[in-house]
């Protein structure tokens, strides 16, 4: 069989099909005699070995994104975790993430392992390109975190770094100022970390460890026993107010909680949901 010459042009067309590295690229062409899709196959199974090989290695990078529907009805947010943060810090890997999140937002996927079906392009799937990923990158890459939320108005917010990144459903849409208000509460979150929206949403096992706690502080803190359930309920109370994001001081204005913040915007406006994701 004649051997096909391998030009430095079809060597970069590989390399912007696949995002691989030229001699990679060159290497799976020369091995494909050529053939296009036969090289991008063996760049694939070049990514199942790395994946295979590195399948114990933690993720504690990566690159987290936030982003809306144009109508701001739904909101999206995921985590695309990596090695180190060489990889997660690459312009690359960052628009990687971003086709990854403009695909989500087209079709609104309701989990993680729905999302990873969809197709990337008209060969690959997302959970496929991912794999091809691994052996581009040389790196285990997970999506480790998904989530979708719906409201009046969803706000998104990506602190610089893309290491945290919030969303903000509220329940009332009207414009710039409902927006802005939104933006800044989508801030608290990502500054603040709320456990839940309100008190109704800490479940049950965690108030028992809170009260337990509160009684065994009250009594090393010399106070009658049958004084410390009572005392203990009242640093509930504390607890509620420091991890629920509508009782949370706001962050600009400590005088008020956010949900007073909010209505101050518009007599009526909550927050009805939130998502947060982080790297720490």
């Known amino acids: 069989m004649e051997t096909v010459k391998i030009t430095a042009a079809d060597v970069n067309k590989l390399r912007q099909q696949t995002g691989a590295g030229m001699m990679d690229c ?7 005699n050529g053939d296009f899709e036969v090289a991008t196959d063996l760049l694939r199974k070049k990514g199942q070995k790395v994946a295979a090989k590195r399948g114990e290695n933690e993720t504690k990078e990566g690159f987290i994104l936030a982003q809306t529907t144009e109508d701001g009805k739904t909101g999206i947010i995921m985590t695309l975790n990596c090695e180190t943060d060489f990889v997660a810090k690459n312009e690359s890997y960052g628009a990687f993430v971003n086709e990854m ?9 309701e989990t993680s392992e729905a999302l990873l079906q969809l197709p990337f392009n008209d060969k690959l799937s997302i959970e496929q390109k991912i794999v091809e990923q691994i052996g581009v990158i040389g790196e285990k890459l997970v999506l480790s975190n998904y989530a979708k939320i719906t409201g009046e108005k969803v706000v998104a917010y990506n ?7 919030s969303l ?3 329940n009332k849409d009207g414009g710039e100022e409902i927006f802005e208000a939104g933006r800044q509460v989508a801030m608290q979150v990502a500054a603040m ?10 479940d049950q096992e965690t108030i028992n460890r809170e009260i337990e706690v509160g009684k065994e502080l009250a009594i090393q803190e010399g106070k009658p026993a049958e004084m410390a359930e009572k ?3 009242g640093r509930l109370n504390k607890f509620f107010q420091e991890n629920t994001l509508l009782s949370q ?11 007073q913040f909010l209505n101050s915007v518009e007599k009526g406006l909550t927050a009805v949901d939130f998502k947060r994701f982080s790297l720490s």
């Open 193 to 202: 970390a709320p456990l839940a929206l309100n008190k109704d949403g800490i």
């Open 26 to 32: 060159k290497n799976a062409l020369v091995e494909a």
């Open 168 to 170: 903000v459903a509220l």
């Open 101 to 109: 999140m403009t695909i989500a937002i087209n079709n609104l996927p």
């Open 159 to 165: 602190h610089p770094g893309n290491q945290i990144a």
């Open 249 to 259: 001081p706001f962050i600009r204005d400590n005088k008020s909680s956010v949900e």
């Open 231 to 233: 005392i203990a309920n």
